[in-house]
């Protein structure tokens, strides 16, 4: 299994150039026993009128999931949120400018529960778990963590399990109001999903601050959040950007893993041990292509994805 998915990888790498081809009809294409074999050379046979050879059929990006999506082989998804939101939604700092939504062949999509920031909701979130239930896809959900503003902590400082008269207490009990408002959205749109992951990374016009404690006692609260209103967690990150939010805090959860504007292939080398952001199980690693963001499962992760995604 394992050499079947890393010559998809490698077969997809030479082929991502090309995924937005036009459609055309399914029963155009060669059926596989009329296709020649390699080297194999073969006599044109006489037609009455010469056509166009026919377009391909399919996202190029099918062609990793074909046959392999069985016992640990990768499962192609994606995840979305505002910024794939009709042009002009959402706050000042983060307008939506109407990205690509996932490829036909994603078998899954994580949908993202903010505008960017804590108590900041998609301004689509709706419309697109709609969209997820309407083309028949698994789905889970995302939110951002961010450091929480002055007035936030003046409103959530003394509303959580933590001690809000200390100075950490306060920002994991502002953390936790952040899950709570996320879970009151995502319930609010019909988004049901067996594990919400906590995406931990700098977040531009609004900046964590230069205390990694504090912003762990944040993230710390944020987790915790989700975990009392009956949600298992994970957190979205890569080593560096969890060292540089919140230093060495250690949750011990399952980890989706984002390798940049790579490829397939080094998206699904983030599933290995060189790759732990904070001690947990590797579940997906994501890399963006062609302005949208790609997901693989790891080995392992597809022999369950309901522990993972919910299907309606």
Request: aromatic share 8%.
């Amino acid at each position: 299994m394992r050499r079947v998915v890393v010559a998809a990888v490698l077969l997809l790498a030479t082929a991502c150039s090309t995924t937005d081809a036009p459609s055309t009809d399914p029963a155009s294409a060669p059926a596989p026993s009329e296709r020649a074999a390699p080297g194999e050379v073969t006599t044109p046979q006489p037609t009455e009128a010469a056509t166009p050879p026919p377009s391909p059929t399919r996202d190029p990006l099918a062609d990793l999931v074909e046959g392999i999506e069985v016992e640990d082989g990768p499962v192609l998804g994606a995840d979305i949120s505002w910024p794939q939101c009709p042009p002009g939604l959402g706050i000042p700092q983060k307008r939506s400018s109407g990205q690509p939504l996932p490829v036909d062949e994603a078998r899954y999509v994580v949908v993202g529960l903010t505008n960017g920031p804590g108590f900041y909701p998609n301004p689509c979130l709706a419309d697109q778990v709609a969209y997820v239930r309407q083309r028949g896809a698994m789905i889970a959900a995302y939110a951002v963590a961010s450091y929480p503003e002055p007035g936030r902590i003046e409103q959530h400082g003394q509303d959580g399990p933590y001690d809000g008269a200390t100075r950490l207490g306060a920002l994991a009990n502002t953390g936790y109001q952040q899950a709570a408002f996320n879970v009151a959205s995502m319930r609010a749109a019909g988004l049901q999903t067996p594990v919400v992951w906590v995406d931990v990374e700098p977040v531009p016009d609004f900046a964590w601050s230069s205390d990694l404690e504090a912003n762990a006692a944040v993230v710390a609260g944020v987790a915790r959040g989700y975990e009392d209103a009956g949600y298992r967690i994970g957190v979205y990150s890569t080593p560096l950007l969890w060292d540089g939010v919140v230093g060495d805090l250690e949750l011990g959860v399952p980890e989706w893993r984002a390798a940049g504007q790579t490829s397939a292939e080094e998206a699904l080398s983030r599933c290995g041990d060189d790759w732990v952001i904070q001690g947990g199980e590797a579940v997906m690693g994501q890399w963006v292509q062609d302005d949208r963001d790609m997901n693989l499962t790891c080995p392992g992760i597809s022999a369950d994805l309901s522990a993972w995604f919910h299907r309606y």
